[in-house]
């Protein structure tokens, strides 16, 4: 008997069909066991063998048998074309799957978050082009693996001959996984990313419906949050912080690891609390919009929309109330156009890394040696050393990254016996005993963050604003790089309001999410300080304070990240993908009673998909009428076709070089019309902004260049060349006397340049020689030899 896979011209039957999709599903069985032990490792699971992997390899088994039912009709035609075709293409077919199956695999153990729509996005985020090193293994893995187990298979031909007809048997087979329940570690992976990534590309939600503005609806305000406050005469100042990755594993009265962030869990018992708060979104940059605007996704998150969306925000709503408005992070505000939202938003200042000078720390690099930025200790720092009281009420807004892989820290040795101190003293037992010794760093940044919040507000309370100031603190989404319980897990965050106005601590029960904030501040401000609303909003939230915990007919979508919203809330019902949950007390999701209901809830899904699509890409959210702000101005159809001209891509730094060489060149116009189009699309580019500003003083322009020069330093306080280009203006203008404001500050920043002293002292000079216009007195404030330039 031939019990081997050769290369013969007898025809193959059905029987070695069968062995191979055998040999498949026991390769398959392989990789189960890979993923279990690997999770087992880590600290994750409880044990190997457990029922998740018997879910598993039902699940493999279903797909086998899809799999196997579309091979055989293929398998049998190519045999009648010619002895051997047929068994050789599936034996390829199969090896490749498995190869593929193989990296999924490793990928999902490695990042704790299975692949499926926008697979790109998460793969390059993740940096996990890196799988593309172990195809090779995988491949012949999976080669070696279908020999060995296809020979086990040539003594089974006896039960085989009983399984027909075969095709019945696979449709059964795969029928019968339908009805299981599907999670990311019992689920096929290369099923679930051809499933999404379909259903990605045959995007069939289509808008079809009459109304021209379909979120738009009429807005009744709520005045419930305001009875909680002893509001004073003065509207409130008020602080966001964003937490990157802060969930409610970590902050909440049930957080399974709340004693590694003592200080928020304590100001829990101080606070208005909400146990049930959602963030929309799964990444952090894409729920500022949601938080400050109760806005919709898009298909990559609101800050990626490449069309200008016109819209009402909590920004706009202080604005026009006299507030001061401020946005601090550690990174890069440019990625993901998170500044350029802010920048639409007209917001008074953006502090970004670029903002910090020498004396500040920026956390360690990461494996590429690329560094996040600046931990959260020196960013609430630089934001206290840098505080300067305002005529009027502020808004100060906080995103935090120390939180964020790659979780390095200052001192995190230190941290890491604290880590080992709570585990000895907090009895922490098995599955999670083993998931904190496992990621020691994960939780050191916990630690870290709680100590750099309790510090920030700490030193807010000596302050005199302290005493009218809300505090709103809540999480961006939950921590992916730790395991998740189920589909929901991701976005449990916490949600409190601070103040030492506030009455009494409260717990509200409501489920609520960040999509709520926006609404329920503007029935405060409009209840107690007679704010104007506007009528009608497209808002997707409805306030944080309603009766009971489940708010019938309230729907929440769930932006699981770029290109992928998979979740949807109404009432007490989630739908994840094609799977129908109820949710629980807990916000755990369990299965339901009954599936009537889940027909209208995937209807309702596909209704917001569709009209999310439609109002961000046709800048249908809200009617703009005249007085209304402009998000940003278009270029016309020619000064569009040029630009393309001259540059195509996303290197905007080689757009600015291209404006640099125009202006040099004399090209001003066509120079400051590239400006423009930079700092559309990309609005904290320093140099642009620089380049701008020196175009119009070339222009002897001095007043707008000055304007232009000024806004820059104080973005970017640490600039040398704004400092120069600045000065430059100055003396053009005759007006040196500036120059001592500037000295000030390049002293404050410790920017040791010697242009900079160069160009100060020929502002001291020129004064020197122009005795009518600067009395002496300016003259000694001026003299660098004291000031230790020379």
Known sequence: MQTDINIGAKKRDLRDFIRLVLAFFLCLGVLSLYQNTRLYGAGVLDGVINKSLLLLLVHHLGFTSLTALFLVFLYKFLERIQPNLGFKTVVVVLVAVLGIEGL??????????????????????????SLLYYSPVFLFLSVVFMYVFFRMTANIYNLISRMYPFTIVLFSLFLATLITRKNPVNENKTQHLIYHRAEESLNFYKYEGQAEYPLLKSFHPSGELADYFELKSQQPNLVFIVMDGVGSDFVGEDATYKAFMPYLNGLINKSLYWPHNLSNTGESTASIPTILGSLPFGEEGFSNIETNTHRFTLIDLLKENGYYSSFHFGGNASLNNLGKFLYEEEIDYLSDRKAFGPQYK????DAAGISLGYPDSELFGRWLDEFQSTDGPRVDIFLTQSTKNPFHIPNEEKYKMDVEDILASEHYEGRSERLIEKNEEVFSSLIYADKAIADFIEGYKRKSE????????????NLSDLPQSDYLDRYRVPLMMYSPMLK???????????SDILPELAGLYHTAYKTELPEQVAWLGEGLVHKGYIKEEKEIPLFRHRKNIQEFIKGNLCISGNSLYKIGGDLSLYDPESTERKEDLKAAFREFKAINQYVTEQDKLIPVSADQKQVASLESKSDMVWINSVFNSDDYDNAYRTARDLAIEGDKERALLLCDHILKEVPGHADTEILKGRIYAWNQDYTRAASILEKAIKKYPVYADGYSALLDVYFWADTNY?????????????????????????????????????????????????????
């Not at 920026?362 to 690099?365: D, E, H, N, V, Y």
């Not at 302290?466 to 989404?477: A, D, E, L, P, W």
């Not at 409260?506 to 960040?514: F, P, T």
């Open 504 to 514: 009494s601590p409260a717990r509200i029960g409501s489920l609520v999410a960040h």
């Open 362 to 365: 920026q956390q360690q690099p």
């Open 104 to 129: 999924l695999t490793k990928y999902y153990v490695d990042n704790y978050e299975i692949l499926g729509a926008g697979f790109s996005e998460q793969i390059n985020e993740k940096k996990g082009l």
């Open 466 to 477: 302290f005493y009218n100031t809300i505090f709103v603190i809540t999480g961006s989404h």
């Open 738 to 790: 500036k120059a001592s404001e500037l000295k000030k500050l390049i002293r404050k920043h410790r920017i040791g340049n010697e242009e900079l002293t160069e160009k100060i002292k020929r502002a001291e000079d020129k004064m020197k020689q122009d005795q009518t216009l600067f009395s002496s007195e300016n003259l000694g404030y001026l003299n660098f030899e004291e000031d230790g330039y020379e």
